[in-house]
């Protein structure tokens, strides 16, 4: 059956075109340095949001009538949820997708029954995928969703929460393994607590720390080779969840010894929620050799929840892109679509539509950073500002050969002044230069 015979194939049209089943921006055959810009930005549909979403919310039912959620039974509906998948990226020209293990999948009686399941979809996605160009991004596990895991799975005060939790895993890392996946992410979405009053904080970081450890050594020994990745969140549905960030989940690795076998896929509106930027949160990872990947969407900041919407905001994407081509750019990661039409954009057209403008959003900011960083004048700017660290006593500092009392002895007859300017609002008006006049190419 096809669902999207109505759309064409999105082609590049270029930035005078006013058809909006086109991209402006996102030409996938341009060459950028020796490599084209599909595989420069690496696009994946998020299987859970684009195939399994019913545009509900905590106030009202779901308004998204998809015609492959229409199958009365589980199975036939997750075979027809394959198909969409498979026609759109077709369309669209993505050849990534990512997935939890219950997205794909429906839950049987007991974990048996749901791995004979999730085992007949695995097979038939196989079958589906040969003769395309589509890939396994990363695979994970819902760990979250199932009310056993209302307090935690790694971090349930349940042992046998814990253990399902484990068993889960293991096939989710089996069938990831067996598809080819290129990563495997941990989002813990209840992975922390809703008051200290009945928390055991020591116990459940603990436990979690095992967890890990123990899916680091099963993935040993089945022979998967994909990143692991983190991915953080603050809260929600937690009140605090312990991957609150990127500096939080760098603590917590490097506590626990287990700093390296993981990285991180960094959320936009995740890092809005925790209070950073986008780009502080990619910068955080790089800066610490911890960059992977990216789930690609942005939040409304007059909302203080997570409402993966669509990313539009070039002035974001140019700063996210700066930071992944500083990091060397993807190579188990990708940009991965997180978002979601607005509940109100109920059609399968603003479903397009959503993606053909995050695709642009983001071609068009990797096309300004690159050009930032090839122009090399804002990084000039930086190295000028720290130039004090170059020579004399700053070089001694920065090769850690001074101490408290050469220090004093150096300034205690020294006037010293204000640092030079900082120059932000020249940057800031460099950085607007740079995208204006990209924009118009």
Not at 343 to 365: E, K, N, Q, W
Request: charged residues 25%.
């Amino acid at each position: 059956m096809k669902f999207f015979k109505e759309f064409p194939k999105i082609e590049y049209e270029g930035p005078t075109s006013t058809n909006p089943l086109s991209f402006k921006y996102y030409n996938p055959n341009e060459i950028i340095d020796g490599k084209s810009l599909k595989d420069h930005l690496k696009f994946s549909v998020a299987f859970w949001h684009t195939f399994v979403g019913a545009g509900s919310d905590m106030f009202g039912d779901g308004t998204f009538d998809r015609p492959w959620n229409r199958f009365s039974d589980p199975m036939d509906r997750a075979f027809a949820r394959i198909d969409a998948l498979i026609e759109f990226c077709e369309k669209l020209g993505i050849e990534y997708f990512c997935f939890h293990d219950r997205d794909i999948a429906p839950e049987g009686k007991t974990l048996r029954e749901t791995n004979q399941m999730l085992d007949k979809v695995v097979n038939y996605l196989k079958e589906r995928l040969k003769g395309t160009n589509l890939k396994l991004l990363w695979g994970t596990a819902n760990l979250f969703s199932n009310p056993r895991y209302c307090q935690g799975a790694a971090t349930s005060p349940c042992a046998d929460v814990f253990a399902y939790a484990a068993a889960q895993v293991k096939k989710a890392l089996e069938i990831t393994k067996e598809l080819g996946g290129q990563g495997y992410v941990f989002w813990g979405g209840r992975e922390g607590y809703e008051t200290l009053l009945n928390t055991d904080m020591k116990l459940e970081l603990d436990n979690l720390a095992r967890f890990l450890s123990m899916a680091v050594d099963y993935a040993k020994k089945i022979g998967f080779n994909g990143q692991f990745m983190i991915e953080p969140k603050p809260m929600e549905p937690t009140k605090h969840q312990y991957d609150f960030d990127a500096a939080h989940c760098l603590a917590f690795l490097k506590t626990y010894g287990l700093d390296p076998y993981f990285k991180f896929n960094i959320e936009a509106n995740h890092a809005t929620l925790a209070g950073h930027t986008f780009a502080h949160e990619l910068r955080y990872a790089r800066i610490n050799g911890k960059f992977c990947s990216i789930d690609a969407n942005q939040g409304d900041l007059m909302l203080g929840w997570d409402t993966d919407q669509y990313p539009t905001n070039i002035y974001e994407t140019t700063l996210a892109m700066y930071e992944v081509i500083k990091a060397g750019g993807f190579t188990t990661g990708g940009l991965n679509f997180d978002a979601k039409p607005r509940r109100a954009s109920y059609t399968l057209r603003d479903l397009v539509l959503g993606h053909i403008v995050a695709m642009d959003t983001f071609a068009l900011g990797f096309k300004i950073a690159h050009r930032i960083i090839k122009d090399g004048k804002i990084d000039k700017i930086i190295e000028e500002r720290y130039a004090s660290y170059n020579e004399g006593i700053g070089l001694k500092i920065r090769n850690n050969q001074t101490n408290f009392e050469e220090l004093e002895q150096y300034v205690l007859d020294k006037e010293v002044g204000v640092p030079a300017s900082g120059r932000q609002e020249e940057l800031e008006m460099m950085l607007n230069y740079y995208i204006l006049t990209t924009v118009k190419c």
